[in-house]
């Protein structure tokens, strides 16, 4: 079964909107990871979160990590036609050297 | 090169008949990892490499699935006897430590 499981599987909005994705997971982790995905080819690395860190952002995005809830939450700012695409979260299991991917959002950016 | 190449960019091959898919990783990366993720899914792990071994074989869907790393770099991925449930896109990615993974653009596969 996937450990990340992301909500909204579909989300569109409006240019300039913000858009908020969410992930949980099942085990516990060393670090979260959220790629993004477009048009079903190679996905790209956008940000990783430590277990030990509740916020990160990079440019627009923002990051947040809960551990006692096993989730987390990705926030794309003053949102773009290019960041239409597919959103994965990714997660580590503790001792397994492997990530596990969620089922991912797929964002539509309206202009 | 600079990133992660896959080959062939696409095939379309008969049902039993085998197919094999290659990735080259960026260079220096000891880690390499297949994934298989199917028309609107996520990402299914199939196997890692660290090096020439594969540690992590848990996520090959059957025998007819296999691959292998060769000097630590080339990887293929070979699928015998395929099957039309085998129709999906293939990702590689390489990294340095499992952390944060670089993938290729991917192979996609069509059974008919």
């Known amino acids: 079964s996937q450990q990340g499981e992301e909500d909204p599987q579909a989300l569109s909005i409006q240019e300039g909107e913000n858009a908020t994705m969410n992930c949980s997971y099942k085990?516990?982790?060393?670090?979260l990871q959220w790629y993004r995905q477009n048009s079903g080819r190679g996905l790209v690395h956008l940000i990783l979160i430590r277990s030990n860190e509740r916020e990160k952002h990079s440019g627009r995005l923002r990051v947040t990590l809960d551990t006692s809830k096993k989730s987390s939450s990705l926030l794309i700012t003053a949102s773009r036609a290019a960041d239409t695409a597919s959103y994965f979260c990714?997660?580590?299991?503790?001792?397994?050297?492997?990530?596990?991917f969620g089922q991912g959002t797929r964002l539509t950016i309206n202009p | 090169g600079a990133g992660v190449s896959q080959s062939p960019s696409n095939k379309v091959t008969e049902k039993g008949k085998d197919v094999e898919l290659r990735c080259d990783p960026i260079?220096?990366?000891?880690?390499l990892y297949w994934y298989r993720q199917s028309l609107g899914q996520g990402l299914e792990f199939l196997i890692y490499?660290?090096?020439?071994?594969?540690?992590?074989k848990s996520g090959l869907p059957s025998d007819r699935f296999s691959a292998e790393r060769t000097g630590g770099s080339v990887s293929t991925l070979t699928i015998q006897r395929t099957q039309q449930e085998d129709s999906a896109v293939y990702l590689c990615?390489?990294?340095?430590?499992?952390?944060?993974?670089?993938f290729g653009p991917g192979t996609r596969l069509l059974v008919l």
């Open positions: 990615a390489s990294s340095l430590t499992f952390m944060t993974q670089y």
């Open positions: 990714a997660t580590d299991a503790q001792g397994a050297q492997k990530l596990v």
């Open positions: 490499f660290q090096g020439n071994s594969a540690p992590d």
């Open positions: 085990t516990s982790i060393n670090n």
């Open positions: 260079s220096g990366h000891t880690a």
